[in-house]
């Protein structure tokens, strides 16, 4: 995936493009994991030509690209939002808090004013004193949105095989929290844990 989209932006005056995903939101069990990723005109894209949607990577390619966008981009920033937190304000406000926490982040270093932020999907995310653009479909479109989806996606997943050490019962660590057969079957028999969305699995037990 090229850098066209960005350069075109940061030919057109803004200083700083930041690319906005989540993951996790549909998953039973953990937190959504939001990352925004900023870029500046001096990005060095060579070694990240592989960055696409984390959907369409496999673990260990999601894994090596994680560790070099890091290295190569302005700044990078996680944030979450608890499963707690996504019961009580539901999954849609929850996502879209995790996002407003990662790039929060991300402001802390640039300035609001020269900042463009993407993010992916239909929603823009509220009480963000900046720009923003909402793209549908925009990590496999836009670099620093798939930039941002890769370090959420391996973010999350070293979360949830943490969890898994904690909660063997459940599998963590084979599907990430969400709703295989073999992790339905685990909460009807054991029960949810301290770390399920009780909104999602409250129809299993």
């Given amino acids: 995936m090229n850098l066209n989209f960005e350069k075109t932006k940061l030919k057109n005056g803004i200083c700083y493009v930041i690319g906005c995903d989540e993951v996790g939101r549909g998953s039973l069990a953990g937190p959504v994991v ?11 894209s060579k070694g990240l030509e592989e960055v696409k949607d984390s959907k369409r990577l496999l673990p260990a390619k999601r894994r090596e690209l994680s560790v ?12 979450e939002a608890q499963p707690a937190t996504i019961d009580k304000i539901n999954i849609h406000h929850a996502t879209l808090l995790a996002m407003r926490r990662a790039v929060e982040k991300i402001l802390q270093a640039v300035p609001s004013e020269t900042c463009l932020v993407c993010v992916d999907g239909k929603f823009l995310i509220q009480k963000v004193a900046t720009k923003q653009q909402a793209i549908v479909g925009g990590d496999n479109k836009i670099f620093s949105i798939a930039a941002a989806s890769i370090l959420a996606k391996v973010h999350r997943d070293q979360l949830m095989q ?31 844990s301290p770390v399920h969305r009780q909104t999602f699995c409250s129809h299993l037990v």
């Fill in 34 to 44: 939001a990352c925004a990723v900023a870029l500046d005109l001096n990005c060095k």
């Fill in 68 to 79: 070099l966008i890091k290295e190569k981009v302005f700044a990078w920033a996680v944030a």
């Fill in 162 to 192: 943490k969890l898994d050490q904690t909660y063997p019962e459940y599998g963590f660590a084979k599907h990430k929290g969400y709703g295989t057969l073999h992790h339905r079957r685990a909460i009807k028999k054991f029960g949810m």
